[in-house]
Nanobody, 124 residues
Framework: QVHLVESGGGSAQAGGSLRVFCAASGRTFDGYNMGWFRQTPGKVREFVAYISGRGHTTYYSDSVKGRFTISRDNAKNMLYLQMNSLRPEDTAIYYC?????????????????WGQGTQVTVSS
């Protein structure tokens, strides 16, 4: 089992940058594929990015591709999301998630553990 805690985020102007963090408990962090998702009120939680256990494979939603970068440091049990060229539509609660499956996925149902989320607000 893994426990996830997000931090970072906050507020930024459009065009600015923010970084969100996800700290994971446990000694088998590299055994999990990790993902970032986001959600705004009244909308379904949506996929943002994922990264494989060793960090060799990443994938992004079209809406963030070229602006966001997902990374991980397995020695520190940390997951990161660097967000550049922010837009007001990036405003959301951002969640990290861990998947026990060997298959990388953009689906919420593929992820077994979730953090509590961290707010990101982008103003125009």
């Amino acid at each position: 089992q893994v426990h996830l805690v997000e931090s970072g985020g906050g507020s930024a102007q459009a065009g600015g940058s923010l970084r969100v963090f996800c700290a994971a408990s446990g000694r088998t962090f590299d055994g999990y594929n990790m993902g970032w998702f986001r959600q705004t009120p009244g909308k379904v939680r949506e996929f943002v990015a994922y990264i494989s256990g060793r960090g060799h494979t990443t994938y992004y939603s079209d809406s963030v591709k070229g602006r966001f970068t997902i990374s991980r440091d397995n020695a520190k049990n940390m997951l990161y999301l660097q967000m550049n060229s922010l837009r007001p539509e990036d405003t959301a609660i951002y969640y990290c998630a861990a998947s026990k499956s060997a298959v990388l996925s953009t689906r919420l149902a593929a992820y077994d553990y979730w953090g509590q989320g961290t707010q990101v607000t982008v103003s125009s």
